[in-house]
């Protein structure tokens, strides 16, 4: 298996601009998740996903941030506007059930806003 | 905020056994314990994970007390390519939700030749 597939893995953006960040998890895997690491801030859980469906989205920090997930592979994280304090790593993970198994985590997108 | 407790950084010589202490005094009766590491630049990878008893897998080795309020991870022949940050993560259950990983700030391993 490919693991967690994320793109882009860098994005530089101006301030104001729409950044899309993509994630495609690993197959049969029914949950996913979007974290996002600063430096401040460490790792933070944004919202994550059963079956497409939006479970928890207490941790996107506002309503400039939205994330969708219209199939079981493939999920967007949208910023729009984007500012400068929304750069950070953004993390996407997936896995196979929310009980005790492991979240298997994507190599990330780094985004820098100008 | 994390349930958690970890030194901010370790050194470990290469070739010897890394351990890394962790305190969840509040953990409860059904919540996990587990461990993650981030090395530099990549994401988060699973290591291990336990409940009460002790737990061995091909990376590493899980010693909880057994008033469950601290653990230590054990890796038992470190290397130069162990060196990263090691969270210790409690899995906090939500009644039909399965359970959130909240991050803390971990330990910066640094493994020295």
């Known amino acids: 298996d490919a693991g967690v597939i994320q793109s882009p893995r860098h994005e530089v953006t101006e301030m104001g601009q729409e950044v899309t960040l993509r994630c495609k998890p690993i197959?049969?895997?029914?949950?996913l998740f979007w974290y996002r690491q600063t430096m401040m801030r460490g790792l933070e859980l944004l919202i994550y996903?059963?079956?497409?469906?939006?479970?928890?989205d207490s941790g996107m920090p506002e309503d400039r941030f939205s994330a969708k997930m219209p199939n079981a592979s493939f999920s967007t994280l949208k910023i729009q506007p984007s500012e400068p304090r929304d750069s950070a790593v953004y993390f996407c993970?997936?896995?196979?059930?929310?009980?005790?198994?492991?979240?298997?985590f994507g190599p990330g997108t780094r985004l820098l806003v100008l | 905020d994390a349930k958690t407790t970890q030194p901010t950084s370790m050194d470990c010589a290469e070739g010897r056994a890394a351990n890394l202490p962790c305190n969840h005094s509040?953990?409860?009766?059904?919540?996990?314990v587990y461990w993650y590491r981030q090395i530099h630049s990549q994401g988060p990878q699973y290591i291990i994970h336990?409940?009460?008893n002790n737990e061995t897998n091909e990376m590493a080795s899980l010693i909880i007390t057994e008033d469950r309020k601290s653990s230590t991870l054990i890796l038992p022949h470190a290397t130069l390519r162990d060196t990263a940050v090691y969270y210790c993560?409690?899995?906090?259950?939500?009644?039909?939700?399965?359970?959130?990983?909240?991050f803390g700030q971990g330990t910066e391993l640094s493994v020295k030749p």
């Open positions: 993970a997936s896995s196979f059930s929310f009980g005790t198994e492991t979240q298997y």
């Open positions: 197959s049969g895997h029914d949950y």
């Open positions: 996903f059963n079956n497409n469906v939006p479970i928890d």
């Open positions: 509040t953990i409860s009766g059904n919540e996990y």
């Open positions: 336990g409940l009460k």
């Open positions: 993560i409690v899995r906090v259950q939500i009644y039909n939700q399965g359970g959130k990983l909240i």
